[in-house]
Each structure stands twice: as C-alpha cells, then as structure tokens.
C-alpha cells in the first residue's frame, strides 16, 4: 500500500511564498514522476507542475518563474516552492506519483488527500 501525504499549506497574502511537501510511504519499488495539481472552487483539477526521475520539470504557463517542483528522492518526497503567490493560485493542491510497488508491477497513479492554499489579504 502506499500514501502520500502533503503538508505545507495555508493562508498567505498577495506576493507571498510557501512550500508545499508532499512524501510518499509503503511499499515502493521505484517512482516515475512526482507532480503537482490544483482545484479551486468550481473549477476543474489542473496540472501544476512535474518532475521526473531524471529530473525533468514542466510546468503549466500561469506559474513558470513563481513555482519550483523538486524532489528528495531519499526521502521519497517532493516539493513545491510557491513564490509571488497571487489569489487566483488559490486552490486545493493535490500531490501525485507514478509508482511501481515491485519490479514487475506496472506503475500505478497516487493521490494525496490535498492541502488548501489560500491566496488573500
């Protein structure tokens, strides 16, 4: 079994930073990808950002230069450093992992139960 567990959200005004955390447990072969979503209030999940096992990032335009993905790949965790947040990046942000629990499993997707970051003053 695996979770993933996210931490790291809150209230912050216009221009402020934070950094979400997002560590996944259980019984983990390897991890693919790591990412990012959100969903504000009446709107659909949207992509954040994503890193890959090499490294790799890609992020949706609306946050490219204020939001940086990383990884802790000891500890199995990953990061989302929010800079300049503004409050149309308020939302439910949920963490996601393309895992495979043994070698010879495909990998699955994983979610987090998300973390609420709200963007006002």
């Known amino acids: 079994q695996v979770q993933l567990v996210e931490s790291g959200g809150g209230l912050v005004q216009p221009g402020g930073s934070l950094r979400l955390s997002c560590a996944a447990s259980?019984?983990?072969?390897?991890?693919?990808?790591m990412a990012w979503y959100r969903q504000a209030p009446g709107k659909q999940r949207e992509f954040v950002a994503v890193i890959t096992s090499g490294g790799t990032t890609n992020y949706v335009d609306s946050v490219k230069g204020r939001f940086t993905i990383s990884t802790d790949n000891a500890k199995n965790t990953v990061y989302l450093q929010m800079n300049s947040l503004r409050p149309e990046d308020t939302a439910v942000y949920y963490c996601?992992?393309?895992?495979?629990?043994?070698?010879?499993?495909?990998?699955?997707?994983?979610w987090g139960q998300g973390t609420q970051v709200t963007v006002s003053s």
């Open positions: 259980g019984s983990i072969f390897s991890t693919n990808a």
């Open positions: 996601n992992a393309n895992i495979k629990v043994r070698s010879y499993s495909p990998v699955s997707s994983y």
